[in-house]
């Protein structure tokens, strides 16, 4: 296995720079993993796809304006910290920039408090210690990924209608295209919804470097699966119901969580990396969004359907005008 087998090539304005319009009018791309069909439908299609019984797994992760801007303290130089995991309640793991000159001891000023590097983990990570942390409600941006140029003017638009609680820096992005009319015509037609959280974090932001993919070191995100939702998933699949994860975030958490057949409660950190040769286990379709080359996210979606196939989607994908990335069109693997 190596890292380019999971490449491709894709010009810039494949990518998505805003949201549309209508959050169920984006494109979706339906993929039979067992033929290898493809069909080219609307997203709000996707209630054809799924019956009576089936369970939508979805992560309502909240995503934090993670984004804080700030001056080096004593200089004149811009910083820049990008929130990742809440340690305490005053300290975070977190990016920052200009790297260099934000080393051990470090402080950058903010709007109404100070944050202080006080440690540096492996690749880059720091750990930040603010000196009034609930000054940081309201003053962080919205963590959009370095590939989307263009300003979101609503910030609502960069969460999913379901999100609750707050602690990802970036969005479960597949969960993006549903509207809460769509959602009442899935749960009207008889099907289940179960929501887990998984805290969106490093991973995200991080290529894999790695000439071989197995030698990749995959960050932990904290994930909870309550009894209740477990129960609900374990039920509807011994009913004979499919079991649909939202987005590869949901994949990760029921993987991790799922034993000797069956899902169980779980509330801890996930640190499981899917790759090629994976066998799943509680997953049976996945609804995803299309990935950057030489990602852990594109390695997932390969070990689900088979990376010759995903690629052949990804060129049909190009061929037919799709959007790429976060504010881009779906694919359902059935």
């Known amino acids: 296995m ?37 069909s080219h439908k609307s997203f ?9 019984g089936d369970t939508l797994v979805l992560n ?26 809440k340690l305490s309640p005053n300290t975070w793991e977190a990016l920052v920039r200009p790297g260099r000159r934000l080393p051990v001891g470090a ?18 990570i720091r750990v930040v210690e603010f000196s009034e942390p609930q000054a940081l409600e309201g003053l962080g941006e919205m963590p959009l990924p370095p590939y989307i140029k263009a300003r979101l003017e609503d910030r609502e638009r960069y969460q999913t209608v379901y999100s609750s609680p707050a602690g990802s820096a970036a969005a479960p992005t597949a969960g993006l295209h549903f509207t809460p009319e769509l959602l009442q015509k899935l749960k009207g037609k008889g099907i289940n919804l179960a929501f887990v959280t998984l805290h969106i ?6 290529p894999v470097r790695a000439e071989n993919p197995q030698h990749h070191h995959i960050h932990t995100e904290y994930g909870q699966l309550s009894k209740e939702t477990a129960d609900l998933i374990n039920q509807a699949r011994g009913k004979g119901g499919r079991i649909i994860a939202v987005g590869t975030t ?5 993987e991790a969580a799922s034993s000797e057949g069956k899902v169980k409660p779980f509330a801890g950190q996930v640190d499981l990396f899917i790759l090629p040769g994976y066998r799943f286990k509680s997953v049976d379709a ?3 969004n299309f990935h950057l080359p030489r990602s852990t996210l ?25 959007r790429f990335y976060s504010f881009g069109d779906a694919m359902l693997i059935l």
């Open 2 to 38: 190596k890292l380019s087998d999971f490449d491709y090539d894709l010009p810039p304005e494949f990518i998505a720079q805003h949201p549309i319009e209508q959050r169920d009018h984006s494109r979706l791309m339906v993929v039979d993993r067992s033929t290898g069909s493809i």
């Open 44 to 52: 709000y299609d996707i209630i054809d796809y799924v019956n009576p």
């Open 60 to 85: 309502d992760s909240r995503v934090i304006p993670a984004r804080l801007k700030g001056i080096i303290s004593g200089t004149e130089r811009k910083a820049e910290i990008l929130l990742l995991k």
């Open 107 to 124: 402080v950058v000023d903010l709007e109404k408090t100070t944050a202080n590097i006080i440690e540096r983990r492996e690749d880059g």
């Open 201 to 206: 974090g490093l991973d995200t932001f991080q």
């Open 250 to 254: 949901s994949v990760r958490l029921l």
């Open 286 to 288: 996945m609804l995803t």
């Open 298 to 322: 594109i390695m997932m979606v390969s070990a689900f359907a088979g990376r010759e196939l995903i690629l052949d989607c990804y060129q049909k994908a190009k061929q037919q005008g799709y």
